[in-house]
């Protein structure tokens, strides 16, 4: 089993920053991506931003430019930089991790519980 926690949530207003924090801690796993996904009131649970363990991105058109994912490997931490936030940012933002155990050729999916972002106007 991997667990996930998240931390860096909060209340901000329109045009600030927030950093969200997920580590993922465990045994006999690695990592092969790392990423964060939101789910606001009402609509579906969304990707924002990912990354392989190669260090490849993915984003969604809504939020390039703004923010930024990054990965500590070592720490088994991915963040999110999130700069220029806009009330539509408004969300439970949840990291998902990507995780091979020993030498099992299978990908398990795990969630972290949830962090609330919430970007007032």
């Known amino acids: 089993q991997v667990q996930l926690v998240e931390s860096g949530g909060g209340l901000v207003q329109a045009g600030g920053s927030l950093r969200l924090s997920c580590a993922a801690s465990?045994?006999?796993?690695?990592?092969?991506?790392m990423g964060w996904y939101r789910q606001a009131p009402g609509k579906e649970r969304e990707l924002v931003a990912a990354?392989?363990?190669?260090?490849?991105?993915n984003y969604a058109d809504s939020v390039k430019d703004r923010f930024t994912i990054s990965r500590d490997n070592a720490k088994n931490t991915v963040y999110l930089d999130m700069n220029s936030l806009k009330p539509e940012d408004t969300a439970v933002y949840f990291c998902?991790?990507?995780?091979?155990?020993?030498?099992?050729?299978?990908?398990?999916?795990?969630w972290g519980q949830g962090t609330q972002v919430t970007v007032s106007s």
């Open positions: 990354e392989t363990s190669g260090g490849s991105t």
């Open positions: 998902n991790a990507r995780v091979i155990f020993g030498g099992n050729p299978f990908e398990y999916i795990y």
């Open positions: 465990g045994s006999r796993f690695s990592i092969s991506a």
